[in-house]
């Protein structure tokens, strides 16, 4: 069965992965990103079931204007996926206070804000609807550098546990999504601070070099926009969506790690 989709950052990464695929399986997508002019192509190939809009997550009109367009172009919203986001690097010192709330102004307040636009037009369709938050291996566990990467990832998780507990009378479902290390251009969209001499031998300075290095082995983009299309179909989606090799190890180490600490201090 199709589906009509409302996504954000769909310039490039997941997001534009993820709107390829639905279409070519015959989709309706409404895709939101701050360039509209990037989806052209994309949209002579399927002008039928491919709506573009404007959105900034660091603008509330621009958010409640997109969701009021997809909306009105689309009738309903079956599944929103929030995926735009950005990520910094940098021990919490040598990042400046700009960058800082740039951090929490895109990847927090940002999908916080949209989720707020969307559960009134979910609460009111017929089919309640279904948001996914595209997270991180990082809103689970943490990485030396990217704390305020970590903070926004765990940030969001933790509002989406309370939220969908508030919603669930209306039959709303989330899922938050948790990909590991992906082949996208994260690595080269980072914001990376400049380098303080103290933190040369330490893991922050590490992880900078792996950084440069392309960041490993990575899973496969198509892989985990398949993935998140997959769990859309269930009658009742997983809540949590580790994505990947990595992130499953990494998220089932970390919860053991932090269970074995909480049973250590109460013994």
């Known amino acids: 069965m199709t589906k009509n989709w409302f996504i954000t950052g769909t310039s490039s990464g997941i997001g534009r992965i993820l709107t390829e695929q639905l279409l070519a ?4 997508v409404f895709a939101t990103l701050r360039q509209t002019e990037q989806l052209l192509e994309l949209k002579e190939r399927y002008p039928k079931q491919l709506h573009v809009g404007y959105l900034e997550l660091t603008d509330t009109e621009s958010i409640y204007n997109a969701v009021a367009a997809a909306l009105a172009e ?3 919203i079956d599944v929103a996926v929030s995926n735009a986001g950005l990520g ?5 010192e040598e990042l400046d206070d700009h960058v800082i709330s740039k951090q929490i102004e895109v990847n927090l307040l940002g999908s916080i804000r949209l989720i707020k636009a969307l559960i009134p ?11 996914i938050q595209v997270s991180s291996e990082g809103g689970q566990i943490a990485y ?11 940030g969001i998780e933790g509002f989406i546990e309370s939220t969908a507990q508030d919603v669930r009378p209306f039959n709303i479902r989330f899922t938050i999504a948790e990909p590991g290390p992906t082949g996208t251009n994260f690595g080269s969209s980072l914001l990376i601070a400049p380098a303080l001499d103290v933190y040369q031998d330490t893991p922050v300075n590490d992880l900078r070099k792996f950084i440069d290095e392309g960041f ?3 899973d496969n983009v198509y ?8 769990c859309a179909v269930h009658a009742q989606p997983p809540f949590r969506l580790p994505i990947g090799k990595v992130a499953i190890q990494h998220v089932q180490d970390g919860l053991q790690k932090r269970l074995d600490a909480v049973r250590s201090a109460i013994q």
């Open 74 to 76: 689309m009738g309903r």
């Open 121 to 131: 037009v979910m609460r009111q369709q017929p089919e309640r609807g279904h948001i």
């Open 88 to 92: 910094v690097f940098g021990a919490v």
């Open 216 to 218: 490993g082995e990575l």
């Open 25 to 28: 399986s015959g989709n309706k």
């Open 223 to 230: 892989d985990v926009a398949q993935a998140i299309i997959d």
């Open 144 to 154: 030396p550098g990217f704390s305020l990467y970590h903070a926004s990832k765990w």
